[in-house]
């Protein structure tokens, strides 16, 4: 069974700093990978998604993805931090082109001003 | 275009009590998934409706949820009795080809 890790349950970082937020996948064939944002008392929405191709993703929001196979990592990054930012981070992993989602247990991500 | 739409928003009941929630999809989405998210957790699968018909219902306990989607569009989750740990948010998303979009979700408090 398909299966994803997201180490730091919490980041902090201050406004205008870079951000990499890291997202470990178990899957036995290539996967679909996907990134989603969570606001407090909001659903999810979706930043970027990667199902073949140039293995550097951009998304919206000023965010990019790499998915790197030999690491079984699909990390998140952004240049520069805004504190609009600040929200729950999910990766998740699909056998079926987006329709069987299996979640990791989310990054929160805090922004020092 | 209109987004996802789940009520009630919030909820609050006592244990043992029944409890339903609606959403409405994106139209002409095919695709319904009811999510359970447990405090500090990631969304988890409940189950997931191709039209009319539950195609995958695997992870929804049966004994005391039920669901369901009639003419395809809106959905129905109820859960019946309600349990303390039943306490989660409780999220409806719809797709259409690869990309799953989310409603608000309805946060469930059982006392």
């Known amino acids: 069974a398909q299966s994803v890790t997201q180490p730091d349950i919490h980041i902090t970082v201050s406004e205008g700093a870079s951000l990499e937020l890291r997202c470990n996948y178990s899957?036995?064939?290539?996967?679909?990978l996907f990134w989603y944002v969570q606001s407090p008392g909001q659903g999810l929405q979706l930043l970027l998604k990667?199902?073949?191709?140039?293995?550097l993703v951009q998304g919206i929001k000023g965010f990019e993805a790499e998915f790197k196979r030999s690491q079984s990592s699909f990390n998140l990054r952004k240049p520069s931090v805004h504190w609009s930012d600040a929200a729950e981070y999910f990766c998740?992993?699909?056998?079926?082109?987006?329709?069987?989602?299996?979640f990791g247990g989310g990054t929160r991500l805090m922004v020092k001003p | 275009e209109a987004g996802v739409v789940q009520s009630p928003r919030y909820k609050i009941i006592e244990k043992k009590q029944p409890v339903a929630f609606w959403c409405n999809p994106i139209s002409g989405h095919n695709t319904l998934y009811w999510y359970r998210q447990n405090l500090g957790q990631g969304p988890e699968l409940l189950i997931r409706y191709e039209n009319e018909e539950a195609v995958d219902d695997s992870q929804l306990p049966k004994d005391r949820f039920s669901a369901e989607r009639l003419k395809g569009v809106d959905s129905t989750l109820k859960i019946q009795p309600a349990e303390l740990g039943d306490s989660a948010v409780y999220l409806c998303a719809s797709s259409l080809y690869n990309e799953q979009f989310f409603g608000p979700g309805t946060r469930l408090t059982v006392l």
């Open positions: 990667y199902f073949s191709g140039d293995t």
């Open positions: 998740a992993v699909d056998d079926n082109a987006g329709n069987m989602l299996t």
């Open positions: 899957y036995g064939a290539t996967p679909y």
